[in-house]
């Protein structure tokens, strides 16, 4: 039996051709952009306009201005900290995911609950968190324990997936799974975003895959249930939309849009 679980999900009806569509709308921009000519100014704008987009979807009211103050509330802050060390913890994740979601929880939760929940796997004696509206109820700790350390592993195994679909996967177990006590949403976009950069799809960060997320958020909370609750059926849907996200995000990159147009789309 092949141990490569992400391959047979890139094989469902249509996904293949969508992710090699959402690929080459991302290489176009790199290759028009000149892919070594892409400063580290780009990437930070492009992770900035992700973190305010996915402290959005999250429930905060921060402005773009509110982000690049400084000023923003615990949900933005704890996003843009997870910026700064994204490009550090991609090349980490295929071979130690568990340590990078958690370190990915300890600067996004900064702010939003004790110390000592910073980083930390719920466990069966601690309530079940309910941090993204609308999904159904997270499974109980055994369970996401059980699903977690699956994940983990076969994200340490070779795949013939493309880096999309592995990426879409891993953002909707941890959602479906919520395994830290809050900023459970936050830490799945950027473990996508992670994974994106790591398996070369988006290798400089100027794409926004969170501000599509954003774009597209009144099916966010109805694809990650679909995903849940509809089987097969569910997860492909959630790789097609998955792969519209990351088409809008490459138009929303910096590299397009130097100013203005991405952040006017998110207010």
């Not at 700064?84 to 995911?97: F, K």
């Not at 799974?177 to 960060?205: K, Q, S, Y």
């Not at 590299?255 to 147009?261: I, T």
Request: glycine share 8%; charged share 20%; aromatic share 2%.
């Amino acid at each position: 039996m092949s141990s490569d679980v992400f391959e047979p999900l890139s094989g469902l009806e249509g996904v293949g051709s969508a992710a090699r569509a959402a690929r080459d709308a991302v290489d176009v921009l790199l290759r028009d952009r000149g892919l070594r000519r892409v400063s580290s100014d780009v990437t930070a704008e492009a992770l900035l306009r992700g973190a305010h987009a996915s402290a959005a979807l999250a429930g905060s009211t921060a402005t773009p201005d509110d982000v690049r103050r400084g000023a923003a509330d615990g949900l933005a802050s704890g996003a843009v900290r997870m910026t700064a060390e994204l490009m550090t913890l991609a090349p980490q994740v295929d071979t130690a995911p568990v340590q990078v979601w958690t370190r990915l929880h300890q600067l996004a939760a900064a702010d939003l609950g004790p110390a000592a929940e910073l980083g930390h796997l719920r466990t069966a004696a601690e309530p079940i968190p309910d941090d993204i509206p609308g999904l159904p109820p997270a499974p109980a700790a055994a369970e996401m324990w059980e699903r977690l350390s699956a994940l983990a592993q076969n994200l340490t195994r070779p795949t013939k997936a493309p880096g999309l679909v592995v990426a879409a996967i891993v953002h909707a177990e941890l959602a479906a799974l919520r395994p830290f006590p809050t900023a459970n949403g936050l830490v799945a976009r950027a473990a996508e975003r992670c994974l994106l950069v790591a398996r070369g799809i988006d290798p400089v960060a100027v794409t926004v895959p969170e501000g599509g997320h954003y774009l597209l958020r009144a099916s966010y909370a109805t694809g990650l249930t679909d995903y849940t609750e509809r089987g097969l059926t569910g997860v492909r849907d959630w790789l097609l939309r998955s792969c519209e996200v990351l088409t809008k995000g490459a138009e929303l990159s910096p590299l397009v849009s130097p100013a203005g147009h991405a952040d006017g789309a998110l207010e």
